[in-house]
């Protein structure tokens, strides 16, 4: 049996921070000296010599990044089928939404419908709803064309 080692959340939040900072420093490096922000391919580029600082950070074990990718894929796959729901109440007009949500990462998809009448999947189906709301508030604090849209939002989600 494999020794496990642990480390605390502290520990485990520093390790981020420092890759996160590590990321952002290489970055800023690379679009100073290109001019510009850079694409994936320049990152990427920059990134396949070994001494590179985020060469650490890449897959380079081709059958595993491949096998990745892959299930990238088959994600994008489950993620694009669609049922049209259609709420009266609401719209006179049907609405496409996702046929399979995610519940939970360390469980398959389900149905929509399923989860939906399920109380605690349902719950959790909020929360993650009332979550990204709150991130997009965030990703566009700095727009003001949708400050009404944000704020209303916001004042909601108290």
Not at 100 to 118: S, Y
Not at 152 to 158: G, N, T
Request: aromatic share 6%; charged share 30%.
């Amino acid at each position: 049996m494999a020794a496990v080692e642990y480390e605390s959340l502290d520990e485990a939040n520093r390790i981020k921070e420092r890759k996160q900072q590590v990321i952002e420093a290489e970055i800023d490096k690379l679009s100073s000296s290109l001019g510009h922000v850079p694409t994936a391919e320049e990152l990427l580029r920059a990134a396949t010599s070994r001494n590179h600082p985020l060469h650490k950070y890449f897959t380079w074990d081709n059958s595993l990044a491949a096998n990745r990718w892959r299930l990238d894929e088959a994600r994008r796959m489950l993620q694009i089928v669609q049922v049209v729901a259609h709420i009266q109440a609401d719209r006179a007009q049907p609405v496409r939404v996702r046929k399979f949500v995610l519940i939970n990462k360390t469980e398959p998809m389900r149905l929509r419908n399923e989860a939906l009448a399920e109380p605690s999947d349902r719950e959790k189906m909020t929360a993650r709803a009332i979550t990204e709301l709150r991130s997009w508030c965030r990703r566009y604090i700095d727009l003001p064309e949708v400050d009404s849209i944000r704020n209303a939002l916001e004042s909601m989600l108290l």
